[in-house]
């Protein structure tokens, strides 16, 4: 059964760094695109960006290029999305989703919710 | 600012067929299709059908994709009180080589 499972909810404050974690089990996670979704609070799905682990191959939407950093651990099978200096502005449920052999989204995470708050 | 075009609300009566549209351009759907996912209140996204009008193991054959140029549509007969969700397309848009989403449709059954 293919699984993602991502870390725990989040509180930060202003200008600290984070990195969330997305765990893949029950397939091949180096030969799968894996990647990452935005949803503020009640709005809609936003894409950010996906990696390849097999080579780290990675894309970024042109939204958040040069504002977050997707990384992988294929030893671990593990996705992660990083901030350097997190802004109010990225409170939101973040979630992981494989890409199939069509489309993007073919199994999602739980979601990590990141709150930034002085 | 989502990238396919989908309207903000439907409502519909119970068992009746609710049809959801998605709307984008030659990039994206007119040339790769939409997928379309479904997410009720506090839960992730679920995958419904691929942008190939497949539906994953366990997905209600109440539910059926299709596309007609630019546009992308979602088609949901007998209609159900749990089919009321937020409803979402998917495409990839080889201008941007990007995903794009359309911004979501709430389904309201009645």
């Known amino acids: 059964e293919v699984q993602l499972v991502q870390s725990g909810a989040e509180v930060k404050k202003p200008g600290e760094s984070l990195k969330i974690s997305c765990k893949g089990s029950?397939?091949?996670?180096?030969?799968?695109?894996i990647g990452w979704v935005r949803q503020m609070p009640g709005e809609g799905l936003e894409w950010m960006g996906i990696i390849y682990p097999g080579d780290s191959d990675t894309k970024y939407s042109p939204s958040f290029q040069g504002q977050v950093t997707i990384s992988a651990d294929k030893s671990i099978s593990t996705a992660y999305l990083q901030w350097s200096s997190l802004k109010a502005s990225d409170t939101a449920m973040y979630y992981c989703?494989?890409?199939?052999?069509?489309?993007?989204?073919?199994?999602w995470g739980q979601g990590t919710l990141v709150t930034v708050s002085s | 600012q989502a990238g396919l075009t989908q309207p903000p609300s439907v409502s519909k009566g119970l068992r009746q067929t609710a049809t959801l549209t998605c709307t984008g351009n030659s990039n994206n759907v007119g040339s790769q299709g939409a997928a379309w996912l479904q997410q009720h209140q506090g839960h992730p996204p679920k995958f419904l059908s691929s942008?190939?009008?497949n539906r994953p193991s366990g997905i209600s054959e109440r539910f059926s994709a299709s596309r007609s140029g630019n546009t992308a549509s979602l088609t949901i007969t007998g209609l159900q009180p749990e089919d009321e969700a937020d409803y979402y397309c998917s495409a990839w848009d080889s201008s941007l080589s990007a995903w794009v989403f359309g911004g979501g449709t709430k389904l309201t059954v009645l």
């Open positions: 029950g397939y091949s996670f180096t030969t799968y695109w």
């Open positions: 942008r190939n009008n």
């Open positions: 989703a494989r890409q199939g052999p069509d489309d993007y989204g073919d199994y």
